[in-house]
């Protein structure tokens, strides 16, 4: 008996020497990490490493053409890896974020990243001539017809600019996303001053927008106040 208990108390030794002391790869990154290693034998692999060009998030305005900046990757021993593009997420036609993935791959393993693209409503999409339908009066609130909308003083702005027909003016309007306000304004016109604010939205394609106007014109005769609602679409 005493023979057998030695003897299992040398196994449970040398079983916890044995553990103790198990090599190999320590390092967490590595492709064959290990959690059960106590010491590192510098036996870790690894997959390449992928370096962006340029940012990782991007911005566009809806519309925009996405060009890829690429990256490179590289092994452990300093030898470049092919890097695969997957552009097939983006979509600049619509608002929204979408993901272009990147993967490198050798003997030890596979590795991936990426770059965000996001895709906005923003001044620049505005900026072209748009065609405008409304249910306003043709003489209090003339809108109809085709407006050149151009850049404001900030990034957050644009002006509708030859906004009524016949008489002129520029209506300025703020944006937020997809989102349109018109702050309460003055326009000064042939004839008189037209008073007027709103607020609307834009289309997550960025081709439409729609604006309910409220106004009060001045001008002697064909003036007038009331409430409409237009909208332009971009030729």
């Not at 390092?27 to 340029?54: F, Q, R």
């Not at 890097?83 to 003997?107: H, P, Q």
């Not at 209090?140 to 407006?147: K, Y």
């Not at 439409?208 to 009331?226: C, K, R, S």
């Amino acid at each position: 008996m005493k023979t057998t208990k030695l003897a299992i108390a040398t196994l449970l030794i040398i079983s916890v020497a044995t553990s103790s002391c198990k090599k190999g790869c320590m390092d967490t990154d590595a492709e064959n990490y290990s959690s059960e290693v106590k010491k590192d034998d510098g036996s870790c692999v690894y997959a390449p490493t992928i370096t962006l060009n340029g940012a990782a998030t991007i911005t566009l305005s809806v519309g925009d053409t996405y060009t890829d900046l690429g990256a490179t990757a590289q092994n452990e021993d300093g030898s470049s890896a092919t890097v695969t593009v997957d552009e097939s997420d983006v979509n600049t036609a619509s608002v929204g974020t979408y993901t272009v993935t990147y993967t490198a791959s050798n003997e030890h393993g596979t590795a991936v990243a990426t770059r965000k693209v996001v895709v906005e409503i923003n001044q620049s999409t505005f900026i072209a001539d748009w065609d405008c339908v409304s249910d306003c009066s043709t003489t209090q609130f003339p809108v109809d017809g085709t407006r050149t909308l151009i850049a404001g003083t900030t990034s957050s702005e644009f002006i509708i600019d030859g906004a009524f027909t016949l008489v002129g003016g520029q209506i300025s309007c703020q944006i937020s996303g997809t989102t349109i306000t018109v702050p309460s304004q003055t326009v000064a016109v042939t004839g008189g001053d037209v008073t007027l604010s709103g607020s609307g939205t834009i289309n997550n394609t960025g081709t439409e927008f729609t604006v309910d106007f409220t106004y009060d014109n001045t001008i002697p005769f064909i003036g007038g106040t009331g409430a409409c609602t237009a909208t332009y679409t971009k030729q």
